[in-house]
C-alpha cells in the first residue's frame, strides 16, 4: 500500500508538472496547429521520451553530478536556451515568410524523425525538467524501493507525458481549430514564436 501511494503522489506532481505551459507545450501545440495531427503526435513522442531519459538520469545521480560540477548545469542551460531562441527565430521567419505569399502552406516538418528528434531536443532544453526529477521527484520515493518500482515510475513518466501532449496534439490538431489558427496564422507564429524566444533567453540568462 505504500508503495502504490508513493507512485500515486509521484504521478500527482509530475501531472501537474505537465500542465504547466513550458517549452513543450509551445512545442506541441505549435506544429500540431501548422503541421499535422500526426507531427504534433511524433513531437510528443520526442518530448516524453525526453521526460522520461531526464526522470532515469535523476534516480542514477545527475543531481550529484549537478552538485559536483555546477558548470555542467550551466552548459546545459545555455545551449537549451539558445535552441529554444533558435526556434523561436525560425518561426517568426517562417511566418515572414508566409507574410510575402499569404496562399503558402506553412512549411512542413519533414516526417515523423525530424518531429520526433524536434521534441526530444525541447525536452531536452531544459534542465529544469532535470532539477525537478532531482529534487522533489527522487525525494518522494519510499526508502529501499525494489527495482520494479523505479522502473515503473519512469514508465510513468513516460505514459502521463503521452496522455497529457496526446490531449494537447487531438486538440489542437482539430479541423475547426486550425482553421481558426490559419485565418491569423501570421500573428499566432509570431506569438509562438517571441514565447520560444522568450523562455529560451529566460533559461539562458536567468539562473535559478
Request: hydrophobic share 55%.
Amino acid at each position: 500500500m505504500d508503495l502504490a501511494l508513493a507512485l500515486f503522489s509521484l504521478f500527482s506532481a509530475w501531472f501537474l508538472v505537465l500542465t504547466i505551459p513550458g517549452p513543450n507545450f509551445v512545442a506541441v501545440t505549435q506544429y500540431s496547429l501548422s503541421d499535422s495531427r500526426r507531427t504534433g503526435f511524433f513531437i510528443t513522442l520526442g518530448v516524453s521520451a525526453g521526460a522520461a531519459t531526464w526522470a532515469t538520469a535523476s534516480l542514477v545521480g545527475i543531481s550529484a553530478l549537478f552538485a559536483y560540477a555546477s558548470w555542467l548545469y550551466d552548459v546545459i542551460r545555455i545551449i537549451g536556451g539558445i535552441y529554444l531562441v533558435y526556434l523561436g527565430a525560425k518561426i517568426i521567419l517562417g511566418s515572414l515568410g508566409a507574410q510575402k505569399q499569404a496562399s503558402t502552406p506553412a512549411p512542413k516538418l519533414g516526417g515523423g524523425k525530424s518531429a520526433f528528434r524536434l521534441g526530444l531536443f525541447t525536452s531536452f532544453s531544459n534542465p529544469k525538467t532535470a532539477a525537478f526529477f532531482s529534487s522533489l521527484f527522487v525525494m518522494s520515493f519510499p526508502p529501499q524501493a525494489p527495482v520494479w518500482f523505479y522502473v515503473l515510475t519512469v514508465v510513468m513518466v513516460f505514459v502521463a507525458s503521452v496522455f497529457w501532449y496526446g490531449l494537447v496534439t487531438y486538440f489542437f490538431s482539430i479541423e475547426k481549430v486550425q482553421r481558426v489558427y490559419q485565418r491569423s496564422r501570421k500573428i499566432a507564429d509570431r506569438i509562438s514564436g517571441a514565447i520560444f524566444i522568450y523562455l529560451g533567453a529566460r533559461l539562458a540568462f536567468v539562473r535559478s
